[in-house]
């Protein structure tokens, strides 16, 4: 990809000069613009995009009436701080109002890490309790208190002490099953590890589980039907709060506006983010009044949660997924790129496996189907290459194995053939 003359490596240069090598490893691509579901760098090459930023961008990039709103809001206000405005009150209705009626009151933060953080000093303030359930492979943030709870090594490993009453359990990884086990015959015995693991760990101060309704960061890892209804109707038994964490998978990615939808979640907390601004930063904590009452005045909120410009923008992608029937397309692509993929895996061995809903999804690689040892290099790989012929891909997971596929919603079938043609062609090369 290395060319002495472009743009691109002039700012790769100041990227190395000017940056710390702590941000996540990405092809050699300098963005220019986006629209839509492709991107042009800076020398003016054009990609399909598979990646929407990281699951942000919903709407597909650049969206004009997304643009228009934020630019007229920010020729009008951009923060009042905790001053009410009808920005922000609007869309508090909007989204109190597409939820299920119990999640009453929503509160407007800037980042999914920082809905995470609010949403375990509510727990705990809410139980005065402080243990939390959380799982392996699980990623809620960079932040302390998300970042106890993470159970990705890397996220967690030279930072001790961590805060305390993080409980780690399995998550359903049924292509790599800690118990060898085979799902539905299993059973889903991972629920009652769930409950002897607890029993040991917990001293007696259980305040909360959180989960997501699929993992992202560990390798887009999806739960068999009906283990997060059990992991709720569990949590119930044990008085225990139950946060979900759907700062990913909400705005139509899974093909429903909400990844509750999916078996009827009701979960006591709410997080979103990501798509909920479809790249305009905003999150937000959505709750119970009986759980959120708890706090006195000033004991949550945030200086940027909330501003106008934010909420002017989240109130135009939710205008946008509603009149261009994002939701729907995201579940009718989705089947149909998925149905592509799994082609994919037919022909080449080097993929052993393909999961996923709607818009999002993992493609992961292994040396050998039989053994399903992980191939890292063989992700990296097929991502600088895919990147190479026009195809803007990027890979993750606890092995860093699993290539993402998660493009902006508003892709099309004639995009998904031609991204699925790059993909087949990078594949028969290797």
Same mark, same amino acid.
């Given at each position: ?14 990227? #190395? ?18 629209? =839509?579901?492709? $991107? ?15 699951l942000v961008a919903n709407v597909g990039h650049a969206h004009p009436r ?18 009410? &405005?009808?920005?922000?009150? #609007? ?5 109190? !109002?597409?939820?299920? @009626?119990?999640?009453?009151?929503? $509160? ?7 809905? *995470?953080?609010?949403?375990? #000093? ?15 492979? %699980? ?31 399995? /998550? ?35 305040? *909360?589980?959180?989960?997501?309704? /699929?993992? =992202?960061? @560990? ?16 949590? #119930? ?16 990615? &899974? ?28 999150? @937000? ?18 200086? +940027? ?28 692509? %989705? *089947? ?6 799994? =082609? ?16 999002? +999804? %993992?493609? !992961? ?7 399903? *040892? ?17 195809? +803007?891909?990027?890979?993750? =997971? ?33």
């Amino acid at each position: 990809m290395s060319n002495p003359c472009s743009k691109t490596n002039e700012f790769l240069e100041m990227s #190395r000069k000017y940056e710390p090598g702590c941000m996540n490893w990405q092809a050699p691509v300098v963005w220019d613009h986006a629209r =839509g579901a492709e $991107i042009w760098d800076v020398d003016g090459k054009s990609y399909i995009d598979w990646t929407s930023g990281v699951l942000v961008a919903n709407v597909g990039h650049a969206h004009p009436r997304l643009a228009e709103a934020v630019g007229v809001q920010a020729s009008r206000l951009l923060n009042p701080f905790d001053f009410p &405005t009808p920005e922000r009150l #609007r869309l508090a209705q909007k989204i109190v !109002e597409s939820l299920p @009626a119990h999640l009453d009151k929503v $509160i407007f933060v800037t980042t999914g890490s920082e809905a *995470a953080d609010a949403a375990l #000093r509510l727990v705990k303030r809410y139980t005065n309790k402080y243990e939390i359930v959380s799982f392996w492979g %699980g990623f809620h943030g960079r932040t302390f208190g998300p970042m106890s709870l993470s159970g990705i090594p890397k996220i967690r490993r030279n930072y001790g002490p961590l805060v305390p009453g993080a409980i780690l359990v399995p /998550y359903p990884y049924c292509y790599r099953c800690p118990f060898g086990k085979t799902h539905p015959e299993c059973g889903l015995s991972c629920l009652d590890f769930i409950d002897e693991s607890v029993r040991i760990q917990s001293s007696g101060s259980l305040a *909360a589980v959180i989960v997501e309704p /699929y993992q =992202g960061t @560990a390798g887009f890892i999806f739960p068999p039907p009906g283990f997060l209804k059990k992991l709720e109707t569990w949590a #119930r038994k044990k008085g225990l709060v139950f946060i979900l964490d759907e700062v990913q998978a909400s705005y139509g990615r &899974t093909g429903t506006m909400w990844a509750l939808e999916h078996e009827g979640l009701e979960p006591d907390v709410l997080l979103l983010g990501k798509g909920i601004g479809s790249g305009v930063p905003i999150a @937000a904590v959505v709750t119970r009044s009986e759980i959120i009452s708890c706090l006195e005045s000033g004991e949550l909120s945030s200086t +940027m949660g909330g501003n106008p410009l934010s909420c002017a923008g989240a109130l135009a992608v939710f205008d946008i997924i509603e009149t261009e029937g994002l939701v729907e397309k995201a579940a009718k692509n %989705g *089947a149909y790129l998925k149905e592509k993929l799994l =082609g994919l895996a037919a022909k080449h061995a080097v993929i052993g496996d393909v999961r996923g809903l709607g818009l999002v +999804m %993992g493609i !992961e690689f292994v040396k050998d189907r039989a053994t399903k *040892a992980p191939a890292p290099d063989v992700a990296k790989q097929v991502v600088l290459r895919c990147v190479e012929n026009g195809l +803007m891909v990027g890979k993750l =997971g606890t092995h860093g194995n699993v290539m993402r596929v998660a493009p902006p919603l508003v892709i099309t079938p004639e995009l998904i053939d031609r991204s699925v043609s790059i993909l087949d062609k990078v594949l028969s090369g290797l």
